[in-house]
């Protein structure tokens, strides 16, 4: 048992780190590291084109989609060269924000279902930056039970004719291409009557919107499609095929081992290390201690578990199951933490402006956002479900609508 | 990075679980939690037999020479199969204590012994409520004999001889605090086994009268020693807990698979998968943060007290949660003797409590994380 590299790994770890350290945008380095909680915000630039700029860097110097082939843009490295280039370009993988959800999501789907044209057209590009993906799959009737969407795609001729809105879609304001699945058979039980397409984000009857958050930031958007044009060429899989092509793109989504999840933790510590309360430093109250050391000691193993895998890949192996409570650990975490915190403060715990008190709102911010936390990427019940039916074994949830064409489910409660 | 167990400890894992299938079914657990017996003989006997007494006990001592990360594995063995033996108390803290602290004549004797399955070792730390604290140690030594009274001892109506915690200076430091080492069959004290939440683990009042002791380790240095072979003993507990924690939690699965209700197995409905669920994420971040406690004891790490902190939470945590849980998913069947169920729940509140509470260990885990902060 040890955390060291094998040769090779050393070998390959330090080539990155001489490359990253000559080519990385540094002058970003010191505003990358503030930002936590997954947002990024820098100051004078836009994040998208800094982030395009070092996108293409990487690309050009053989460091971009790693996992993927060469032919694609990519390196054809091995999943542990994955994790060790995440671990050596450090904050400046949070550049990389605008193209995950290409990289990880769609590119692997275009790649499993796309025709060689497609691949060699859409692939390198998408792997250099120069376009970015979206995905589009959620909608307002149709989160966790993705299947039940209701955006239509009808025949004509070679194309497809898309009606519909999508929802919670991240980047769609800037990106060029999506990624979208649509229902092109109503009249079948709702799993088998779905079809993936990708599409031109400019395409004319493409409509996005933003979103304003409960948080009151605005980082998703809706998108309307009406009578939008998508050629037959563009479809993903057979007709009706749809599901299972998006479990190829979720199952892509999951795999991503080594992404570090905020948990709070360390902010709460040093919070609470600072805090004067009436009675002494926070840190040294009891409860305070006992609350802290439960959150250690779920924000250690989240790390040692994703040890845990990252030695799986190291050896050529599948990682186990282990991963899969990372997002339900972490997410409630954030919201305990920032509820926690904001309780020390007392009366003074309200205030959001970065010059009041000893959390310069950081917690508050985290406790406004941390709701969404627990439900983008699946929320903490179908997490548990996943756990619970493929880790543990258990039956899946009766389905009662599993059989029955789509367009007789019923569409409201009461 | 490597951070697992090696193939060859692995093999041991299964080794040890196949051979604790046959010789320690929940039956013979029941024989001692039904007072048939103190503990179980044949167990230890065979326990000696394949070497897992002394897996981490050199060989000059009559060990088998191999380490902690063995000796890992096994705990964890002993923990999903409630072993009814005097393991813990035997092998992590009196062999510990042995290890660290021992002159060549004690280990010579005492380990060699332990390894043999021919003495029972134990700690004599506790007097009455309270957690470890060189201030609670008022059993008193002078001139080499003792005089107090220490509960609980973990398997003390059954042990050989036990490393005691006596109180030799009067500064009100640390440094007041000597350990010794008391042959239990010589005499100079009274032994009362007490009743506890389980029974299958022994604990004990030792009433020291003028007994006999020779020093363990230097006169002065026994709170240093103690504080040591706390964080090793904490690791491997944690593995048994880590154990017992699994084992119910496949209960649990197991029964939610099989028993019917309304029409449907009860592991179909979401209160009960995501119960289920749970249990799996608290076993995981148990089990992950006792691979980090496994990396620092065999490897001596400085990170060793903070590491063992976070396994022994993590750990206590989640083997009391799917111990209560998996009681909840049997329903009422899981409220019956009959059932093993509350084995497991008795299992894991006493161990809940054997080294130092909970609150104990999240006192000593901020603590040490601020140490290292400061640092």
């Known amino acids: ?414 | 990075m490597n951070f697992d167990f090696s193939d060859d400890q692995k093999q041991l894992r299964d080794q040890a679980r196949k051979f604790l299938a046959e010789k320690c079914p929940p039956k013979a657990v029941r024989a001692v939690l039904d007072a048939k017996a103190p503990y179980d003989k044949q167990l230890w006997k065979g326990l000696a037999e394949m070497g897992f007494l002394g897996v981490a006990i050199p060989e000059e001592f009559g060990g088998a020479g191999a380490g902690h990360l063995e000796l890992c594995v096994i705990a964890e063995e002993m923990g999903r199969a409630l072993a009814p033996v005097p393991f813990s108390s035997t092998v992590y803290l009196a062999a510990e204590a042995l290890l660290l602290a021992g002159s060549e004549a004690q280990k010579r004797k005492w380990l060699s012994a332990i390894a043999a399955g021919e003495a029972i070792g134990t700690l004599a730390l506790f007097e009455g409520k309270g957690n470890p604290s060189p201030q609670a140690v008022r059993l008193t030594a002078s001139g080499g004999t003792l005089n107090g009274v220490k509960k609980p001892v973990p398997d003390g109506a059954i042990a050989d001889f036990a490393i005691v915690a006596a109180r030799t200076g009067s500064s009100g430091r640390e440094t007041d605090v000597s350990l010794f080492l008391v042959d239990l069959k010589a005499g100079g004290l009274e032994a009362k086994a007490l009743t506890n939440i389980d029974p299958t683990r022994g604990q004990a009042e030792l009433n020291f009268k003028n007994c006999k002791a020779e020093p363990l380790g230097a006169a002065g240095e026994g709170w240093s020693i103690i504080s040591r072979v706390l964080d090793r003993a904490a690791v491997l507990i944690a593995f048994e807990q880590v154990g017992g924690a699994d084992r119910a939690l496949e209960m649990g699965r197991d029964y939610a698979l099989d028993r019917i209700a309304f029409g449907r197995p009860i592991g179909s409905f979401q209160a009960v998968k995501h119960m289920l669920a749970d249990m799996y994420v608290s076993a995981t971040l148990a089990r992950s943060n006792c691979y980090y406690g496994a990396w620092a004891l065999s490897s001596d790490a400085s990170e060793l007290p903070e590491a063992a902190a976070a396994a022994r939470i993590s750990a206590t945590q989640a083997f009391q949660h799917c111990a209560k849980n998996n009681i909840q998913v049997h329903g009422g069947m899981g409220f019956t003797w009959e059932f093993d169920c509350h084995m497991y729940y008795r299992r894991a509140n006493a161990m809940a409590l054997s080294l130092g509470s909970l609150s104990y260990w999240e006192d000593a885990l901020i603590d040490r994380m601020r140490k290292k902060n400061a640092a």
């Open chain 1, 1 to 414: 048992m040890n955390f060291d590299d094998t040769p090779q790994e050393a070998e390959f770890r330090d080539t990155a780190r001489k490359w990253i350290d000559a080519n990385a945008p540094k002058e970003f380095e010191a505003e990358l590291s503030k930002s936590s909680l997954g947002r990024i915000r820098l100051a004078s630039h836009d994040m998208v084109e800094v982030g395009k700029a070092w996108q293409k860097k990487k690309a050009q110097g053989g460091w971009a989609c790693l996992h993927w082939p060469k032919e694609y843009g990519g390196r054809g490295a091995t999943p542990i060269e994955r994790v060790i280039w995440q671990q050596e370009e450090g904050v400046f993988g949070k550049l990389t924000q605008p193209f995950q959800i290409g990289e990880g999501m769609c590119g692997p789907t275009v790649m499993a279902y796309g025709s060689e044209e497609a691949k060699q057209r859409y692939l390198p590009k998408l792997a250099s930056g120069e376009e970015i993906w979206c995905q589009l799959f959620s909608e307002p009737a149709a989160g966790s039970d993705v299947a039940g969407l209701r955006t239509r795609a009808e025949r004509r001729g070679d194309d497809w004719i898309v009606n519909g809105q999508k929802i919670w879609t991240s980047g769609a304001h800037y990106s060029d291409c999506g990624l979208l699945i649509t229902r092109t058979d109503p009249n079948v039980p709702k799993h088998k009557g779905l079809t993936m397409f990708f599409l031109d984000m400019k395409s004319k009857g493409v409509e996005v919107r933003p979103i304003k958050q409960a948080n009151g930031m605005q980082e998703f958007n809706e998108v309307y499609f009406t009578d939008v044009v998508i050629p037959d060429s563009q479809r993903l899989g057979a007709v009706g095929d749809g599901w299972s092509v998006s479990l190829t793109t979720l199952m892509n989504e999951r795999m991503s081992i080594g992404a570090r999840l905020a948990t709070g933790f360390p902010e709460m510590f040093e919070f609470c290390s600072n805090l004067m309360t009436e009675d002494g430093l926070a840190i040294d109250d009891r409860a305070t201690r006992s609350k802290l050391a439960s959150w250690a000691v779920k924000a250690s193993g989240l790390k040692y578990t994703s040890y845990r895998a990252i030695s799986a890949l190291s050896k050529g192996e599948r990682p186990g199951p282990e991963n899969s409570i990372g997002k339900l650990v972490a997410g409630v975490m954030l919201q305990d933490i920032a509820t926690y915190a904001m309780d020390l403060e007392g009366a003074a715990g309200v205030f959001t402006g970065e010059a009041e008190e000893e959390a310069r709102g950081q917690f508050q911010q985290m406790l406004l956002s941390s709701p969404s936390m627990r439900i983008a990427g699946g929320t903490d019940e179908i997490l548990r479900n996943i756990i619970a039916e493929r880790v543990l074994g258990l039956p899946g949830d009766i389905r009662v609508d599993k059989d029955v064409p789509f367009n007789e489910i019923p569409i409201k409660g009461r």
